[in-house]
Structure formats: C-alpha cells, structure tokens
T-cell receptor
Framework: EPEVTQTPSHQVTQMGQEVILRCVPI?????FYWYRQILGQKVEFLVS????????KSEIFDDQFSVERPDGSNFTLKIRSTKLEDSAMYFC????????????FGPGTRLTVL | GESVGLHLPTLSVQEGDNSIINCAYS??????FIWYKQESGKGPQFIID?????DKRQGQRVTVLLNKTVKHLSLQIAATQPGDSAVYFC????????????FGTGTRLLVSP
C-alpha cells in the first residue's frame, strides 16, 4: 500500500540553526500539506501546497518557514532560524484531490530545538 | 524541557464493548469531517469521513454520526479491541478548493483485555 514517508524521524538542532524536513508524498497525489503537533497537543495546520505554490498557510507559518518541491518526488519544509517553541512533531500529508478527500499522513519528524 | 500538554479526555472500555467518542466542532461552515486514529509515535491514520449532506456513515466496525444543529460529531466503534487503543481526533474542513484540516483536541481510548 502506498504511503507517505518522512526523514529524518528525529532531528535535534541548536536554536538559531536552519533545518530541512523531508517528505515523499504518495506518487499520484497532487496536494501536499505540513502540520505540526506540539507534545500532548492537537495537530495544527501549517501550509498547503499545490502546483508549486502555497495555496494556504496558517499564522504559525511565518517568514521563518518555507516549503519547496525541489523535484518530482520530494516535498520539504525549511525552518530558517529555529526557536525553542518550534520543537514539535512535524507531519507531512498528501491527497489526490483537494475536496472531500482523505489526507494521508506520514509518520512524522520529531524536531527538538535546544 | 518539554512543554506540558493538554490532558486528553480518556475513555476506558473492556474488550468487546462498544465505544463512543464525541467531538464538538467549531465552524458551522465546515462541510467535511474526518476521524483519525493516532497511535503513539505515529502519524494520524484515517478511519472514516462524512460530508455535511449526510448524518450517518458506516464503515467496518465504525460508524460516524453528524449532528449539524449542535455541531457535534461522534465515532462509534463496535466490539472494541485492544488494538483500537489510541488517541482519536476529529477534524473538520471547509472545502473551498484547498482542504485545510482543523483538528480537535483528541480523546484517548484505552481498551482492556
């Protein structure tokens, strides 16, 4: 069964450093998403991406965040200068179409900012 | 250190019981709802979805009920099994072309053998 994959599973970084979280969505999917989940809290939407453009972003997704689809398979989330409060699980998701359609989630990357 | 998170409501049941997990959603304009299951250390896993033009939808051992009048969603799991133990989230979306999911706070289901 096709699945969304994410690397690394755990990333530890120093405050102020840049991190790139990587995702490989399901191959025939066209819509891509990043969510985050701070420990013990609910999953929060960060950004949606379609046709090489951001389609929607949340208030969390400020200028320190960016997304890119550098090739036909990868989808990345970059945090330019990490803060302590960026520590969370980051989930990538993808869907075949946008409306009324299941988003498939990856296993997540745990980001720890020290 | 790690932040202290919300204390999730917990539902404890015996194996074989039926479980009902409830969710109040926030946006009356939402027209698509999904239940996700999240096991420890994993990403959310789709269980069942429902559109706002329906009030009930059944899957294998699961049923979702939607009450738009009071903005309430429930997930019923029949013959609950230990493998059903997880955190369950409802999510809502307003399908305007790009589907941003808004998740609820979650309920922890504990199934005892």
């Amino acid at each position: 069964e096709p699945e969304v994959t994410q690397t690394p599973s755990h990333q530890v970084t120093q405050m102020g450093q840049e991190v790139i979280l990587r995702c490989v969505p399901i191959s025939n999917h066209l819509y891509f998403y990043w969510y985050r989940q701070i420990l013990g809290q609910k999953v929060e939407f960060l950004v949606s991406f379609y046709n090489n453009e951001i389609s929607e972003k949340s208030e969390i997704f400020d200028d320190q965040f960016s997304v890119e689809r550098p090739d036909g398979s990868n989808f990345t989330l970059k945090i330019r200068s990490t803060k302590l409060e960026d520590s969370a699980m980051y989930f990538c998701a993808s869907s075949e179409i946008a409306d009324y359609n299941e988003q498939f989630f990856g296993p997540g990357t745990r980001l720890t900012v020290l | 250190g790690e932040s202290v998170g919300l204390h999730l409501p917990t539902l404890s049941v015996q194996e074989g019981d039926n479980s009902i997990i409830n969710c109040a959603y926030s946006n009356s304009a939402s027209d698509y709802f999904i239940w996700y299951k999240q096991e420890s250390g994993k990403g959310p896993q789709f269980i069942i979805d429902i559109r706002s033009n329906m009030d009930k939808r059944q899957g294998q051992r699961v049923t979702v009920l939607l009450n738009k009048t009071v903005k309430h969603l429930s997930l019923q799991i029949a013959a609950t099994q230990p493998g059903d133990s997880a955190v369950y989230f409802c999510a809502e979306a307003m399908n305007t072309g790009f589907q941003k999911l808004v998740f609820g706070t979650g309920t922890r289901l504990l199934v005892s053998p």
